[in-house]
C-alpha cells in the first residue's frame, strides 16, 4: 500500500485529533487530551503557528502524524522537539513511523538545528529500540517535570506556596 507524507492542512485536524487520542489511549492516559479541532487550526495555521505537523497519508485517509515545534537549547542554540509520532494501529509495520521521522529529522536539518529531542515512555520498548536503531541516544539520567492547568493555577494563586 502506497503512502505519502506532506505538510498538514487546516481541514487535516480533525484526523491530528483522533491520531492524538489514539497515542494517549496507547500511553494510558486518554482523559487527559483537551486540546480541540479549533484549537489545533488556530494553534497551527494562524498568526504565528506553534506547531509543524506532518501526516502520512494512504488513500485520501491520514493515518500517521509527526507533530514538532521549536525550542531553544542555552547549551545547543535551536533544536527541535518532536511532541507526537504516531501511526494507526492498523497501518504499523509499513515503513510510516520511520518515513514520518525520517521527515522531522530531515526539516530539522534543514533549518540547522543542532539538537532534536523527544520523550518517550520507559515502557514503551518497541518505541526505545526503533529509536536507538535511529541514532538516538535515551538518558536514563533526566526526568521529565511538568505542571498541569490545575497545578499551574494553584501555583499562581498561592504564589508558589
Known amino acids: 500500500m502506497d503512502y505519502i507524507i506532506r505538510d498538514a492542512k487546516k481541514n487535516d485536524m480533525k484526523s491530528v485529533l483522533k491520531l492524538i487520542q489514539e ?3 496507547f500511553e494510558r492516559e486518554p482523559d487527559e487530551v483537551i486540546i480541540t479541532e479549533d484549537q489545533l487550526i488556530k494553534d497551527g495555521f494562524y498568526g ?3 506547531f509543524k505537523c506532518f501526516v502520512a497519508e494512504i ?3 491520514v493515518v500517521g502524524i509527526a507533530l514538532l515545534y521549536p525550542r531553544y537549547s542555552t547549551w545547543k542554540g535551536n533544536a527541535m ?3 507526537d509520532l504516531i501511526v494507526t ?3 504499523r509495520g509499513k515503513g510510516i513511523g520511520f518515513a514520518l521521522f525520517s521527515k522531522f529529522i ?3 536539518h534543514d533549518l540547522n538545528v543542532k539538537r532534536v529531542q523527544w520523550v518517550v515512555l520507559d515502557w514503551n520498548t ?3 529500540d526503533f529509536y ?3 541514532g538516538a541516544i535515551i538518558l536514563d539520567d533526566w526526568r521529565v517535570a511538568l505542571m498541569d492547568d490545575k497545578a499551574i493555577q494553584k501555583f499562581v494563586k498561592n504564589e508558589g506556596i
Open 23 to 25: 497515542l494517549a489511549l
Open 48 to 50: 504565528h503557528p506553534k
Open 59 to 61: 488513500e485520501s485517509e
Open 81 to 83: 522537539h518532536l511532541e
Open 89 to 91: 494501529e492498523k497501518h
Open 106 to 108: 530531515k526539516y530539522s
Open 126 to 128: 518497541s518505541a526505545i
Open 132 to 134: 536507538k536503531k535511529n
